[in-house]
């Protein structure tokens, strides 16, 4: 699976980005599919992931309420709608195919090559 991530920008704290990620290959849906992040000086971590089939979701306790991942299958997508953005939502945004669908990046063996976002205050 080869994933490609787009949709990252300059947004400023209140606003709004959706990303998003389309994946090569016919196996995608049977994938879980989950968003990361780094930013500068900082370890990767977890914002959210989403099941197979896109009825289940989970989210880091920094994203809840304001994130939302969907997919659609049918065109080998996933998206991350980020709202209510705040200056240390900045970073770069990666998206993940795994098949544990936990919270640990070394779960995860297909990696997109990251998209920024920046919020600025």
């Known amino acids: 699976v080869q994933l490609q991530a787009s949709g990252g920008g300059l947004v400023q704290a209140g606003g709004s980005l959706r990303l998003s990620c389309v994946a090569s290959?016919?196996?995608?849906?049977?994938?879980?599919m989950a968003w990361f992040r780094q930013a500068p000086g900082k370890e990767r971590e977890f914002v959210g992931v989403i099941s197979w089939a896109g009825g289940s979701t989970s989210y880091a306790d920094s994203a809840k309420g304001r994130f939302a991942i969907s997919r659609d299958n049918g065109k080998n997508k996933v998206h991350l709608q980020m709202n209510s953005l705040k200056p240390e939502d900045t970073a770069v945004y990666y998206c993940a195919a795994g098949r544990s669908g936990w919270n640990n990046p070394s779960t995860y063996n297909y990696w997109g090559q990251g998209t920024l976002v920046t919020v600025s205050s």
């Open positions: 290959g016919r196996t995608f849906s049977s994938y879980y």
